[in-house]
């Protein structure tokens, strides 16, 4: 990174997340967070072994996970997964909602308000549960005819109102961006940020996601910290989108965004397993403890 960028990024993280600058690194200032950073591994479902859901949270927990991440499909089985959690002793992450076919961006009025019901809906469910929030892609390639700026104006003008709804349920919306290869919108976590900037709503925040991020990004510390106080969720792939430590993807970079801006929300396994998902996965939260660490 060269060093006008970084003492911009540096400079932006203060302001974005409130942060005082108490220490120098190679002469940057380098700002403090108003909390200490946390690793709290959680992880998709389908990423753990087991032929039920109570088999795979005691299996999660055994391996010192410290939350699950819930599928999109959670309305009306609230009690299942509140009693689950309950008994395994697990927290809930983030709802991986996705784009439902990129309907509230659409140019198609009709496709849009029945979106909005439909995330409303998840977002009621989220509260309840006391999950991160709902993750949600505004549209995948091919979903939407709408050009980047024509989208951007739907979601400033739209969410502001959305904004208020999660919070009076006790949640709030995550932008996820993408790689190029999945969505021509949305691909960088600064854009993400400056979208959540202009809506300006606490119901309304961003994740992001190393897989994603080591296509787009030219380096996962300044992208976190581009995100500052906006970021409540990532997700963990390598370059091939296997687990952590499958590859030669490494994380100390942006685990040390992740503790300059004092991160403390959850970082959640959203990959495919190479090898016996039994002994790959716990290797797995080892070297992503080691990276930790380091950063």
């Known amino acids: ?24 690194i190679q002469g940057q200032t380098i700002p403090k967070p108003k909390r200490q950073a946390a690793l ?6 389908r990423v753990i072994p087991g032929k039920s859901l109570d088999k795979k949270l005691a299996t999660m927990k055994e391996w010192g996970f410290d939350a699950f991440e819930l599928p999109r499909n959670i309305v009306g089985q609230e009690k299942m997964y509140e009693e689950a ?22 140019e198609d009025p009709t496709r849009r308000k029945e979106c909005m019901a439909a995330i409303k809906e998840v977002l009621a469910s989220a509260g309840q549960l006391k999950s991160t929030g709902v993750i949600y892609v505004p549209a995948f390639n091919g979903q939407t005819k709408l050009r980047n700026i024509e989208i951007r104006k739907v979601l400033t003008d739209t969410f502001p109102a959305l904004g208020e709804y999660a919070v009076s349920v006790g949640s709030r919306i995550l932008f996820e961006p993408l790689n190029r290869k999945e969505a021509f919108f949305l691909r ?20 992001g996601d190393f897989y994603h991020m080591a296509i787009e990004e030219t380096s996962d510390m ?3 910290i581009s995100a500052g106080a906006y970021l ?48 790959e996965i716990p290797k797995s939260l080892a070297f992503l403890r080691r990276q930790w660490a380091e950063a």
Not at 40 to 45: A, E, F, G, I, Y
Not at 241 to 264: A, C, E, T
């Open 1 to 24: 990174m060269s060093m006008q960028r970084r003492e911009f990024l540096l400079s932006s993280t203060a302001m974005a997340a409130g942060l005082a600058a108490t220490s120098d």
């Open 40 to 45: 709290k591994l959680s992880s998709q479902l």
């Open 85 to 106: 959690a309950a008994k395994s002793g697990l927290a809930m992450s983030a709802v991986c909602w996705g784009s439902h076919d990129g309907a509230l961006v659409s």
């Open 188 to 207: 960088i976590l600064a854009d993400a940020a400056s979208i959540c900037r202009d809506i300006a709503s606490p119901g309304v925040q961003m994740m």
């Open 222 to 224: 300044g992208a976190f």
């Open 232 to 279: 409540h969720h990532v997700h963990l792939a390598s370059r091939i989108r296997v687990l952590p430590g499958q590859d030669d993807r490494q994380f100390v970079d942006g685990f040390r965004g992740l503790k300059l801006i004092g991160f403390q929300e959850y970082c959640s396994f959203e990959c495919g397993v190479k090898g016996d998902r039994s002994v």
